[in-house]
């Protein structure tokens, strides 16, 4: 957080504007903190996607299903490795391994928790910097 090196310098802390920003960072922190984080209670993932193809309907069918943790995608390689692009793409919270057994291989597709770990960090992270700024400033 550049914001946070701002308000530790000697040269800037006191400055009006790094004040101001001070505020304002603590105020959007402290409201991202509030925002509930809970682990995900099913297999439902996000599935906007911005491609409409065939296969990548079966791949938002598969994400939007609550029961299902795994699928096995079989295709030609154009049709796997485009689904791999439109997975790294658009984030999803998938682990994909290619299946080499029998041809055509199959993209095997796994539900992960990437998503809400990664809101995870950013929640310590968020307390770490406002602990820094409340000790320091009494925001």
């Known amino acids: 957080f550049r914001s946070l090196q701002l308000t530790e310098m000697t040269a800037s802390r006191d400055l009006p504007v790094v004040a101001h920003l001070r505020q304002a960072v603590s105020v959007h922190l402290r409201k991202r903190v509030a925002e509930v984080l809970e682990a995900p209670t099913d297999w439902r993932r996000e599935s906007k996607m911005s491609c409409t193809c065939q296969d990548c309907a079966q791949l938002r069918t598969f994400l939007d299903n609550p029961a299902q943790s795994k699928w ?68």
Do not use: M, W
């Open 72 to 139: 096995a995608f079989k295709a030609a390689e154009g049709k796997r490795s485009h689904l791999e692009q439109i997975i790294r793409h658009q984030q999803c919270d998938l682990d994909c391994v290619t299946e080499c057994k029998s041809r055509p291989y199959f993209l095997t597709c796994t539900k992960n928790q990437a998503s809400y770990l990664k809101r995870v960090n950013q929640r310590k992270n968020d307390l770490d910097v406002l602990a820094r700024l409340t000790q320091s400033y009494g925001l």
